[in-house]
């Protein structure tokens, strides 16, 4: 069946969370439905999407082609970083003075999401960190000292550390790094079937599997051609992920690839990694986060290839490659990779999502949560999406929006 959307090999290998959660229970789509909203796809996108949209709205239907949480979410590392991938400094270079609001954006919604898992009471892993940026081949001592008083200037917290605290610290051998409060990590399939399941008990109705081949844009709303049956209802927001709609603009942004590798539990590491998120200023960049049961997750190796049967074939490579350089980082530590799993990977050249109107049909929306910090993304699409729906602009809604047809 043709799709409205892209079909991918999202991600492949062994990863960490499946089966870390009970299914989602879901509707079979028997017969043509009405809704107010209708979100397609049920990842972590659709699920804090349908999260917001639930107490606002009576109706509300979500659609998948998988399972809720089998597409990219499931490979996700879920560091929730307020930290964009685009340097402060280097995003003011690129789009002037509303950087500082974007990064500003970033870590109120970081904030923002510790406190919803936290007040949702929503099991799943949940850990305050510090991060710790680590100068690298993209930005060394002088660069990330520039950076991080630029971050100060704005008001965001964190601290410059030489190479001597560093070394003395943390056992880090590198130039420079930025030490900040305010990230965290979690399991990424607990958090969106957790906050599925609050939107249910909302009165959210999940039909899964249920692929949406072609939408229409009528004057007083939408309708989804989802097989045998149609969907209507007044507003669609597409939560697809990586799997974008085939007639948006794409220019800014690109899929890739990344590779990630954990250890067994209880692996030997020092205590500092369990309240900190490491990565750093690199090309490809590397990063290494812990889970409660104490095990290393090492991601990174991005490379600019979209294409599935190259990464699954990378896989022993590139995990052979975190493992090298995650124990060149840390002397103290030797890693062991238990899991090793692969999935495509979604950027864009500002760093920054799109959470638009989509160009050409009305009420339709759309969330590209490009980036290392696709979930924050996704948080920032929940906020800003009641609004668009109301047909009121929200203050940040110029920074998300498709960079040019
Ligand atoms: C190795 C790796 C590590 C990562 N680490 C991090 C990290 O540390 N922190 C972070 O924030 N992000 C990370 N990411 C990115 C993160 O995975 C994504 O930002 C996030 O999962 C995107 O979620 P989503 O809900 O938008 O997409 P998905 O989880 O892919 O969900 C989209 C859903 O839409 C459905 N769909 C698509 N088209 C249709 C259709 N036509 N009809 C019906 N359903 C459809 C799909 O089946 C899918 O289930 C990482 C990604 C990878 C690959």
């Not at 699920?47 to 597409?71: E, F, I, K, Q």
């Not at 149609?230 to 597409?238: D, M, N, Q, S, T």
């Not at 090309?283 to 095990?295: K, M, Q």
Request: positive net charge; aromatic residues 8%.
């Amino acid at each position: 069946m043709p799709s409205v959307t892209y079909q991918k090999d999202l991600l492949s290998g062994d990863p960490l969370w499946a089966g870390s959660s009970s299914p989602v229970r879901t509707r079979s789509l028997n017969e043509s439905i009405r809704a107010d909203v209708v979100i397609v796809g049920g990842g972590i996108s659709g699920a804090l999407m349908a999260y917001a949209l639930t107490s606002r709205y009576d109706n509300v239907v979500l659609v998948d082609r998988r399972p809720p949480a089998h597409g990219s979410t499931l490979a996700s590392t879920a560091m929730l970083q307020f930290e964009i991938d685009t340097p402060l400094r280097e995003l003011r270079d690129k789009i002037g003075p509303k950087a500082a609001r974007a990064w500003r954006r970033s870590y109120a919604a970081t904030q923002d999401l510790i406190a919803l898992i936290q007040v949702e009471n929503i099991r799943c892993g949940l850990a305050t960190r510090n991060s710790l940026y680590l100068a690298g081949n993209t930005l060394g001592a002088r660069g990330l000292k520039a950076e991080w008083a630029a971050r100060r200037r704005i008001g965001l917290p964190g601290d410059y550390l030489s190479a001597a605290t560093l070394r003395d610290e943390y056992g880090i051998q590198r130039t420079g790094a930025i030490a900040s409060p305010g990230s965290a990590s979690a399991n990424p399939v607990q958090l969106a079937t957790g906050l599925l399941r609050k939107a249910v008990a909302q009165g959210l109705k999940i039909y899964a599997p249920v692929q949406v081949n072609d939408v229409m844009a009528t004057k007083h709303g939408v309708v989804l051609d989802a097989g045998d049956h149609f969907i209507e209802a007044r507003h669609c927001v597409f939560c697809t992920g990586y799997e974008m709609l085939k007639t948006v603009p794409t220019r800014g942004t690109k899929i890739t690839s990344s590779w990630a590798i954990a250890s067994r539990p209880h692996a030997q590491y020092p205590a500092w990694l369990d309240r900190t998120l490491v990565w750093e200023a690199a090309d490809p960049y590397l990063y290494i986060r812990t889970t409660p049961d104490g095990r290393l997750i090492v991601g990174g190796e991005d490379e600019d290839i979209d294409l599935a049967s190259y990464r699954f074939r990378s896989l022993a490579r590139k995990s052979a490659r975190l493992v090298a350089k995650a124990n060149a980082l840390l002397p103290e530590t030797k890693i062991i990779a238990s899991q090793r799993w692969t999935g495509a990977f979604g950027e864009s050249d500002d760093g920054l999502p799109i959470i638009d109107a989509v160009p050409g049909l009305p009420h339709c929306y759309t969330v590209m949560g490009f980036g290392g910090n696709g979930t924050i993304y996704s948080l920032i699409a929940a906020q800003i999406m009641p609004t668009l729906l109301q047909g009121r602009p929200d203050k940040d809604v110029d920074l998300y929006r498709f960079r040019g047809a």
